[in-house]
């Protein structure tokens, strides 16, 4: 009797059930991922696509009691990864670009304030409520910079059209940061909280943010400085300090989009004896594509597919417009053909997948909020996860940018 | 049979091409840009002549004729701002140097052109790894004979140029010990080298006639030797320089191959034989391997010789030439190099100070726009 208590407690015999556990889902999910983003490849599309649909089966399992656990620890890893892929692509962002071409700055403010003000003025027409107006329409208004570091990272991609894409996207995700902490103070002023909130919390978010991308920065090259590059142990500390920051920035409750972007942008410009090169994370920046696509297709929900199709479309084809017409008013004096040009707002299209931890935000402090804002800009989100990486993959193609031979 | 006319030029009148890179500032290594760049340019009213190469990372800029080399040298600083200008508002670098110290031929893409994809579908990896980038030198002659002449003779100083130009000691990612690592991707190629020995435009023709009856070539682009004769120029132009990291030791190589060539028409210092190119590909390989450094065999004295030594006395017997033709003072640049060493020892230098081929070229780039 004893010797059988013992083999119970050792799994022996095993039971099926037992392999329905949210780790080896998500071993499961990742081999998945990897395979059927081999065969998207083969099919000449991109990596990221198959990534997104693994995660939407995954989302399948939502109902699975077993698995409950695996949706919020998914969200802890897709933070996480998500930071990584937001460092890196800080790095490769050169601020003095916008001085040397400021037209630049100006086609980046028009595309987004134009997408803005095409989403917002739709929802207030789709009898939306103005502070869930501007959220969607601030949200909406960014290009995910994930998807374009993917993307371009997938297909090896070099030249003009690559480079502002990661710029554009990258200042969008900084405005749309702004517009959404100032949404938060109208809300908090709304729902009766004290001034010194309204205007301490969101000026709190921002100057935090920034804050903690300065810390990490400097630490980075501090620390870097005196750590030898070979066996890859520069890059690793610099994962070791993200990761740290990741967690200061949760605790805190700052943005985690905006510290790790300026922690990449600052890293690099504040490297005046370019003593470090942009990091490539190699490996790990591959997991983190895996995980941060999977996560978020996993975190998407179909069934609200139904019920805001609708407005849905209509933010997806409201920004698409808003860009298109910012980015070719100013595409001849920044120095972009009009051909490349259309290309840019091809792959400028893509939205930003840093939505999703901005949802969960705004559940937490306003649960009825959180949702309504879900249902339009998940659906928003969902399309374009699936249309705008083979989209963009073709404009980086048609510039003749991507690696490929 | 086509007759191959020599344009007829003034002696001595000169011009200049360069190949330059294009470099991303986020890393550093080589990037595509060379057709924004040339949009850019050709929207601004600018002096010099902007054109696509072989890849999309390189871009050519070459000047309209000089009678002497201080116009020269004033519009190629022209060009290079325009250049830079451009550059910066297209976020990119570029640089001198001839060849890129860390790229990645493989990575590189073909310019979109019929003839460049032709040359791909000829030469395979070949084309690709001629990522180089050179600076040729066209002196202006009378007529094709002359032209013959020239280029023999000058062909006994072809050493004296790879050393001075020399600025490709890495190549990718390594240092390959060469002071011109840039002149072995060129000696792949089955039509480089030497010119034949051939001393008038008729029997220069006759020879180019048969080399087409051959099918070998269809043009003169298709010989790529170190130094031959372009007849629609009316010119001979060297190609054997990389492209140094300043505009001005451009403008001074240019001055050399000016005032050299004035010595070498009016002295006719050595007859024109086999012998020039007895010791030819040794010398050749001896000024790439070591720069200023290499023992030369001196074809026509059959003396063992250093490179160093020999320019320094080729510089001295130019002086009376050169103050004729008022190219004293980019000689006396050329001296301070010999003495001091040429761009390949600054790059190993820089390089040994940072331990970063990156950020070696980042100075590259600012030793080009002159902003140090």
């Known amino acids: ?159 003009p059209v690559t480079d502002r894409l990661t710029l554009l996207s990258a200042l969008g995700s900084c405005y749309s940061f702004v517009v959404i902490g100032v949404a938060f103070a109208w809300q908090h002023e709304k729902t009766a909280s004290p001034l010194a909130v309204a205007v301490l919390h969101p000026l709190y978010l921002v100057c935090g943010s920034i804050l903690l991308g300065y810390l990490c920065a400097w630490t980075v090259l501090r620390l870097l400085a005196h750590i030898n590059p070979i066996h890859n142990n520069q890059t690793l500390s610099a994962i070791a300090l993200i990761i740290l920051t990741v967690s200061v920035a949760n605790t805190l409750d700052l943005s985690i989009v905006v510290s790790l972007l300026c922690a990449g942008i600052l890293s690099r410009s504040l490297d005046k004896n370019r003593r470090l090169q942009p990091m490539d994370f190699g490996l790990i920046s591959r997991l983190a594509l895996i995980v941060v696509f999977t996560a978020s297709g996993a975190l998407l929900q179909p069934a609200m597919l139904a019920s805001a199709i609708l407005p849905a479309l209509g933010v997806v084809a409201a920004r698409a417009l808003g860009k298109g017409i910012g980015i070719f008013l100013f595409s001849r004096p920044s120095g972009l053909s009009l051909r490349k040009a259309s290309l840019l707002w091809i792959g400028m299209l893509p939205m930003s997948g840093a939505s999703l931890l901005w949802i969960e935000s705004t559940s937490e402090i306003w649960p009825g909020l959180g949702s309504q804002l879900a249902a339009i800009i998940l659906t928003a989100l969902m399309i374009m996860e699936l249309l705008a990486p083979p989209a963009l993959q073709f404009s980086l193609r048609q510039a003749d940018e991507t690696g490929e031979h | 049979m086509e007759v191959l006319t020599f344009t007829q030029s003034k002696a001595l009148s000169l011009g200049v091409e360069l190949e330059l890179q294009i470099v991303s500032r986020m890393d550093g290594d080589l990037t595509r840009g060379a057709t924004e760049l040339l949009a850019h340019i050709n929207r601004i009213p600018h002096r010099g002549d902007f054109k696509p190469e072989m890849t999309e990372s390189m871009i050519e800029v070459s000047t309209s004729v000089h009678q002497n080399c201080v116009t020269l040298g004033a519009e190629l600083l022209e060009a290079r701002d325009t250049l830079v200008a451009a550059a910066d508002r297209l976020n990119l670098l570029v640089c001198g140097g001839g060849a890129h110290p860390f790229q990645h031929w493989a990575e590189r893409k073909i310019f979109d052109t019929p003839r460049f994809h032709e040359l791909n579908g000829l030469y395979g990896y070949l084309a690709k790894q001629f990522t180089v980038f050179g600076q040729h030198i066209h002196i202006g002659c009378t007529c094709g004979d002359m032209a013959m002449q020239l280029l023999h003779r000058l062909s006994r100083y072809l050493p004296h140029f790879i050393a001075l130009s020399a600025a490709s000691p890495y190549y990718q990612g390594v240092d390959t010990a060469f002071d011109s690592s840039r002149l072995n991707a060129i000696s792949a190629f089955p039509l480089s080298g030497r010119a034949p020995l051939v001393t008038n435009w008729e029997a220069f023709t006759a020879y180019f006639n048969e080399m087409q009856g051959f099918g070998v070539i269809q043009s003169m682009k298709d010989f790529y030797w170190d130094i031959r004769p372009k007849p629609e120029f009316g010119t001979v132009e060297i190609r054997i320089c990389d492209t140094p990291l300043t505009v001005e030791k451009a403008t001074a190589l240019a001055a050399f191959a000016q005032t050299l060539s004035h010595y070498l028409i009016e002295d006719k210092p050595f007859p024109i034989n086999e012998s020039i190119y007895a010791v030819y590909t040794v010398n050749r390989f001896q000024a790439a391997r070591f720069g200023m450094d290499a023992e030369l065999i001196n074809p026509v004295s059959k003396q063992k010789v250093s490179l160093r030594e020999d320019l320094l006395e080729t510089l001295s017997t130019l002086i009376p030439h050169a103050a004729i033709l008022g190219t004293t003072p980019m000689l006396e640049t050329l001296r301070q190099l010999v003495l001091r060493g040429n761009d390949a020892s600054w790059m190993r230098e820089t390089y040994n100070r940072t331990q970063s081929l990156p950020d070696l070229v980042w100075q590259q780039a600012g030793l080009w726009a002159d902003r140090r």
């Not at chain 1, 620890?73 to 892929?85: D, K, S, T, W």
């Not at chain 1, 790095?91 to 980046?108: A, F, K, Y």
Request: aromatic share 8%; hydrophobic share 60%.
């Open chain 1, 1 to 159: 009797m004893e010797a059988m208590l013992q083999l119970s407690n050792l799994h022996f015999p095993p039971d099926a059930s037992l392999l329905l556990n949210p780790l080896a889902c998500f071993g499961l999910a990742l081999v998945i991922a990897i395979v059927s983003g081999e065969l998207a490849s083969r099919l000449h599309l991109p990596r990221i696509s198959a990534y997104v649909m693994t995660g939407m089966l995954l989302g399948f399992a939502r109902g699975i009691p077993q698995l409950a656990d695996m949706f919020p620890a998914a969200h802890r890893v897709f933070e996480l990864a998500f930071a990584l892929l937001l460092f890196e692509l800080g790095q490769r962002i050169d601020l003095g670009w916008l001085r040397r071409n400021p037209w630049l700055l100006i086609t980046s403010l028009a595309e987004s304030l134009l997408a803005f003000t095409a989403v917002g003025a739709l929802m207030i027409l789709f009898d939306q409520p103005p502070i869930l107006a501007v959220l969607i329409a601030g949200l909406a208004a960014s290009t995910g910079p994930a998807v374009i570091l993917g993307v371009c990272k997938d297909s090896a991609a070099r030249g």
